[in-house]
């Protein structure tokens, strides 16, 4: 900080002399800020700040005699940046005015964006997905293993004979076989589905300039979100099914697989059925995430959602992380449960298809509709829906109780929208 005191002279000047410097009570050379001193050179250690800003106040005391001008100079930043402001202040007899860089708020802003808090809330929106995907996975894999065995084994036995069959052989464990595996699997696969969902919609919802995401946004972005996890998870997957298929026992688990697999038929062995994954994953996607919302939107725009939405507002802190849920307990659970049926329903003959191509060897292996026709050959039409009835009675519970989880750790890990 320096300040520089001026002594009234009888006769006012725009000129310096050795008295001092006399200027009019209302005027100040721009010229003047030139005489400024440059910035000083960078060797501070703190950079935590990024430009310079100086600041000009200026004292104007009109006395019979003339002029009294009192100007203080304050330096703000460190010597990160050479760039500062170089306009002219005002007399303070009228008002004050700081002058200040606008790169430097530029600056200020970015810094709170780069603080690591987008970082930090993109980890907790994945968290809520995986942990979603692990207590749904967990809680149905009964249901999960009998619709493996009508796919990969081509079992004919009823329902109830199945049942009674792996009870028998495996014992009460045998139902939760590969669910470790599944976890593995399902868990990044749900994570990165939700969080590319909601920030793919977001991002659309945005460029397109709308107020609020449109079905087209909605089914666009869930199909896109569907690509990215099938993309990045189709490896674990692939090797869960050559776990559960015969003779994957003797393979010694998920590493044991995932060695066989590389050994016998190399790297791309891991992204067998990419195709027909992609092309399942993409509808089931959209129907999946695009109903949900559908069905949520409609209740909330609905006289008794925004009646719910406007009670929430106003009872905000003192409510628990359930009743904070925006559906409800009870319809978050009915409307995960119609999205899930409803996206089964509609991409199932994929998912066989999918699961034959990752059962087959290089040797004997055929493409996509070749796979296709042959299970028609073989089964007629209703074999591209063989275990339907039970994969619907796995995904009805599945869905519901995947959008509840997810839904509440959004609210307990204090997830912000994307």
């Known amino acids: ?29 721009s010229s003047f800020i030139s005489f400024l001193p440059p910035p000083p050179p960078s060797s501070s250690s703190n950079n935590s700040l990024s430009c310079f800003s100086w600041t000009l106040k200026t004292t ?6 003339g002029n009294f001008l009192s100007l203080t100079f304050s330096l703000n930043g460190t010597a990160s940046d050479h760039r500062y402001a170089r306009e002219p ?47 749904s996975r967990t809680f149905v894999a009964p249901l999960e293993r009998l619709k493996l065995e009508y796919i990969v084994r081509g079992e004919q036995k009823n329902l109830y004979e199945l049942i009674q069959a ?18 593995l699997r399902t868990a990044p696969f749900k994570a990165i589905n939700f969080y590319a969902y909601d920030t793919y919609k977001s991002k659309l919802t945005r460029m397109l300039g709308n107020e609020e995401s449109t079905n087209f946004e909605r089914f666009i972005a869930g199909a896109a979100a569907g690509i990215t996890a ?39 062995s891991l992204y067998k059925g990419l195709v027909p994954s992609i092309i399942s994953m993409a509808p089931s996607g959209a129907v999946y995430y695009g109903i949900y919302d559908i069905l949520k939107s409609s209740f909330l725009h ?13 009872e905000a802190q003192e409510l628990n992380a359930l009743e904070q849920l925006e559906l409800g307990p009870i319809r978050t659970l009915l409307y995960g449960a119609i999205a899930g049926c409803c996206s089964e329903a509609a991409t199932y003959p994929f998912e066989v298809i999918r699961r034959q191509l990752q059962m087959q060897v ?7 509709l070749a796979t296709c026709v042959k299970i028609v050959e073989q089964g007629g039409v209703p074999a591209l829906y063989a275990g339907l009835i039970p994969s619907l009675l796995q995904v009805l519970p599945s869905a519901a109780i995947s ?12 997830v912000e929208s994307t």
Request: hydrophobic content about 45%; proline content about 4%; glycine content about 10%.
């Open 302 to 314: 609905s006289p008794e959602g925004m009646k719910r939405i406007q009670h929430m507002k106003e």
């Open 362 to 368: 290089r040797a004997t292996r055929l493409n996509a």
């Open 166 to 183: 792996i009870a028998a052989s495996q014992g009460l464990k045998g139902f939760w076989k590969g669910n470790f595996v599944n976890i």
């Open 89 to 135: 202040g005002e007399i303070l007899g009228q008002h004050h005015n700081k002058v200040e860089d606008d790169v430097c708020q530029e600056k200020e802003k970015e810094k709170v964006v780069v603080d690591g808090s987008g970082a930090m809330n993109m980890t907790k929106h994945l968290w809520a997905g995986a942990v979603a995907a692990m207590v």
């Open 1 to 29: 900080m320096s300040h520089l005191s001026l002594i009234p002279q009888p006769e006012s000047s725009d000129s310096f002399s050795p008295g001092g410097l006399f200027l009019h009570a209302h005027t100040l050379p």
């Open 60 to 65: 104007a005391i009109t006395a019979a005699a």
């Open 230 to 268: 099938t993309l990045l998870c189709l490896p674990m997957d692939t090797i869960r099914t050559v776990m559960v298929a015969p003779g994957g026992e003797a393979l010694g688990g998920v590493i044991g697989a995932f060695r066989h697999m590389i050994k016998t038929e190399g790297f791309f």
């Open 403 to 414: 959008y509840f989880v997810y839904e509440f750790m959004k609210i307990v890990l204090k």
